[in-house]
């Protein structure tokens, strides 16, 4: 499986930005899609998942700004970013689980948010 991030950049404090994560290659394989974010310094945290079926999982720290979304069709994860902060600030990952519970990781996207 092969994963393509977009739609990082620099965006100004109280903007949005909407992250993409398509798929490709075994895609018959895959089930749970996610975004993880890695700021400066820090560890690599879960931003957001979300089932074959539709059901997401957030951690109490990212719930009500973040919103994950998939097209099971085009294969593509989406990740939609409100009312961001300067401590939003990273590099956002997909990742993807297969059938057999390999997770596969895409290069990331930086998202820069400026005070």
């Known amino acids: 499986v092969q994963l393509q991030a977009s739609g990082g950049g620099l965006v100004q404090a109280g903007g949005s930005q909407r992250l993409s994560c398509a798929a490709s290659?075994?895609?018959?394989?895959?089930?749970?899609m996610a975004w993880y974010r890695q700021a400066p310094g820090k560890q690599r945290e879960l931003v957001a998942s979300i089932t074959t079926g539709g059901k997401t999982t957030y951690p109490d720290s990212m719930k009500g700004r973040f919103a994950i979304s998939r097209d099971n069709a085009k294969n593509t994860v989406y990740l939609q970013m409100n009312s961001l902060k300067p401590e939003d600030t990273a590099v956002y990952y997909c990742?993807?689980?297969?059938?057999?519970?390999?997770?596969?990781w895409g290069k990331g996207t930086l998202v820069t948010v400026s005070s």
């Open positions: 990742k993807v689980d297969d059938a057999y519970g390999v997770g596969y």
């Open positions: 290659g075994s895609i018959s394989r895959i089930r749970a």
